[in-house]
């Protein structure tokens, strides 16, 4: 999906969009209507879903129609009277703009009425609440966290009205309140937001702050933040903070001798083995704009413009970093089976932080399994795992290309290199930097449909294989009844990878097909 930060209409043309002003129109400076609609069918198009960051908590009111209805202007505020507006929000914790009152009917009106607008008329796929932990009138405590059902209330009666309208719609809430609310919530049918963004830059950096991002696994209860089911949006990075890239450059840690976190092409490839253990998490993961790039501009001036780098796709290591972020998305969303399960062992502090692993695995134990494991340090780290069965496994992923580690073969092999375990219990020794997602079966794409090759409707979970089809991976071509496959691009089959053509199907190839 495709999340865009608040689009509606706000105060000026230099904002990140919270400080709304009229709900039911994009903003001027984002162009017309029309055209937002365009690239919505766009995103469409192509199998991605449109979630739009959305403000219910406040508005900038002396700006809007049903602020200036009701305004007090001896104090510079909504007046007592307004149906909308708490003249002074109740939580003074932490307040922005004009503060709306969510147990009045014309509020939930507005809201409930908005949101439709949005869904219908641009035919957006959901919405990310900002700070829903404002969205009531009680004060719970002094942060506003404790548990508060008046705003369940409020948030489960939203839920309602839009999902019996608009089945299937995200509903996503930025709420910061303690566990047990939040997980009647995601009970409810709501994702929750996760931020992990200090323990993936503490990890990222290799410092000595807390480096175990546990939190972003929903079943995790070492902190008492388990949550009933994988509900959790979990990030590493968003607007709010800092570039992770930057971040390594400007405050990695140097003690590694020759391999420095604060060498650019150093900081960017780390970035790799962190999304080797960010995307394979169960549960819907984000990541911020260019992050699969290594956006390293500083976030100074916050709401300022920042330049699109395209350009940094020239650069080996950020197309490596690109690439990366593409195949381990793959991967995940062609097997549904594979990470929509319980994993089976995972630790994210093990070796002082450094060493981070994951299991997880069909629940056929026969089917695929999926083990990856990263060094976050700065130095040789060893760790011993018990993989989930002996046999032949493939490195689907590895960032180990010039012997780091201790050879390229083997567990610390390069990218769709093969390997045999006759015993389930391993020790590896991982480089600084090192990472690897062990697959005990290739990936497997299935062609179900009629048409073009490049078409996502026509493959299985919408997964186009990639160009290079790697070792170990499988396309199997199982067209709809009397359908066609048509190969209208370039696609290599690379040794110890195949393609299956199911009895009975066709496929046409007019490009070109190499097969190792």
Not at 154 to 163: G, P
Not at 222 to 241: C, E, I, Q, T, Y
Not at 298 to 317: E, S, V
Request: proline content about 5%.
């Amino acid at each position: 999906a495709n999340e865009f930060m608040p689009l509606h209409e706000i105060n000026g043309n230099n904002s990140w969009g919270y400080n709304p002003t009229f709900y039911y129109a994009p903003d001027k400076a984002y162009g017309p209507k029309n055209k937002l609609k365009e690239l919505i069918d766009l995103l469409h198009q192509n199998g991605i879903a449109v979630i739009l960051d959305v403000v219910y908590n406040h508005m900038d009111a002396g700006a809007n129609p049903q602020g200036k209805l009701y305004w007090d202007a001896a104090n510079n505020r909504p007046a007592a009277n307004s149906p909308w507006f708490n003249p002074v929000a109740p939580q003074t914790f932490l307040s922005f703009f004009n503060d709306l009152n969510h147990s009045s009917p014309a509020t939930k009106y507005l809201t409930q009425n908005s949101l439709e607008h949005w869904l219908r008329e641009y035919k957006v796929d959901g919405f990310r609440f900002d700070y829903t932990k404002g969205m009531t009138q009680t004060v719970s405590s002094v942060d506003n966290s404790a548990y508060d059902q008046s705003r369940i209330d409020i948030l489960n009666a939203y839920y309602d009205s839009i999902v019996s309208k608009f089945p299937n719609t995200y509903m996503i809430l930025e709420h910061f309140c303690v566990p047990a609310e939040e997980n009647v919530l995601i009970n409810k049918g709501f994702m929750t937001w996760r931020e992990m963004y200090y323990e993936y830059n503490q990890s990222l950096e290799a410092n000595g702050g807390n480096k175990n991002f546990g939190d972003i696994m929903w079943n995790y209860n070492a902190n008492g933040r388990n949550a009933p089911s994988p509900g959790l949006v979990g990030f590493m990075n968003s607007h709010d903070k800092e570039r992770s890239v930057y971040n390594c450059i400007n405050y990695g840690n140097t003690s590694g001798g020759a391999y420095n976190v604060r060498d650019t092409a150093t900081a960017v490839e780390r970035m790799e083995a962190a999304a080797a253990v960010l995307f394979t998490v169960p549960g819907p993961k984000m990541f911020y704009q260019f992050d699969e790039m290594g956006y390293d501009i500083a976030r100074a001036g916050n709401t300022d413009p920042k330049p699109a780098r395209w350009d940094y796709l020239t650069k080996p290591y950020r197309l490596n970093l690109y690439n990366a972020y593409s195949q381990i998305i793959k991967f995940r969303l062609s097997n549904p089976a594979i990470f929509n399960n319980v994993p089976s062992a995972y630790d994210f502090n093990a070796n002082g932080g450094f060493v981070k692993y994951l299991q997880i695995g069909d629940p056929n134990p026969g089917n695929t399994q999926v083990t990856i494991v990263a060094n976050l340090g700065v130095t040789n780290q060893t760790i011993s795992l018990n993989f989930q069965k002996t046999g032949t496994w493939y490195n689907y992923l590895s960032n180990n290309t010039t012997g780091t580690g201790s050879t390229t073969a083997g567990l610390n092999g390069a990218t769709n290199t093969t390997f045999t375990l006759s015993s389930i219990n391993q020790t590896i020794v991982l480089a600084p930097g090192e990472y690897h997602i062990y697959a005990s079966k290739g990936a497997v794409y299935t062609f179900t449909g009629n048409g073009n090759w490049s078409d996502a409707a026509n493959w299985q979970n919408g997964n186009v294989p990639p160009a290079v089809l790697p070792n170990g991976a499988e396309i199997i071509i199982d067209t709809q009844a009397n359908g066609e496959c048509v190969l209208n691009v370039s696609q290599t089959i690379s040794a110890g990878a195949k393609i299956t053509v199911a009895t009975g199907k066709k496929i046409r190839i007019p490009l070109n097909l190499s097969i190792q």
